[in-house]
């Protein structure tokens, strides 16, 4: 960041901490105690894909090594554009999965894309409600989402979540941050 950025107010954007994934399961015990809400074993990273031919080498790369993981990973698009690497395996084992996730999210940044990423998601389940952790990496905090039909949430519902988790995750305070991901891989 240079002189005149800082004169005028420019900023530059913080970095992800990707450790902050790492407090995710004994969120989930907390969350699992206080409601019936339970890991699906689904997760996914969702970033901008970037022009040109080094991060087409990337894509490329990945795709060659999710090919090598016996198909616990996909890789799909949503109509804003936005490319989700969703990570399927084990419900019980939300470890191997924040794991596999966090290393998506480390190739990122080290490849130099660190920026183009948007969030991670986490799903977990009620019978045939679903409910999204999500972890906003420009913000470094999580928040919940719970989809209903017809690309509605369940505000009360995602509400009562934060209160739970609040203590052992660190909760995004704008609600107006707290967007809506329908259609996201598992939800």
Known sequence: ??????????????????????????????????????PTGTGSVAFKAAEGAAFSGLTEHVEALLALDEGRFA?????????????????A??????????????????????????????????????LGLIYLYKRG???????????RRDTALELQVRAVIADDLRIEPDLGRWFPVHGAPGL
Not at 109 to 128: H, I, N, R, S
Request: glycine share 10%; aromatic share 10%; charged share 15%.
């Open 93 to 130: 084992d939300l470890e191997g999965l924040v794991t596999d996730l966090h290393a998506v999210n480390t190739s990122l940044v080290e490849a130099g894309y660190g920026t183009t990423l948007l969030c991670t998601l986490v799903v977990f389940g009620d019978g045939p409600q679903r």
């Open 1 to 38: 960041m240079g002189f005149l950025d800082i004169l005028l107010g420019r900023s530059k954007p913080a970095g992800p901490d990707l450790d902050q994934l790492f407090a995710l399961p004994s969120a989930a015990v907390t969350l699992q105690a206080a409601t019936r809400f339970r």
């Open 75 to 91: 890789i799909s698009r949503d109509t804003f554009g936005y490319t989700w690497l969703t990570r399927t395996g084990d419900a």
């Open 141 to 151: 905090t999580w928040y919940p989402f719970a989809p209903t039909a017809q690309e």
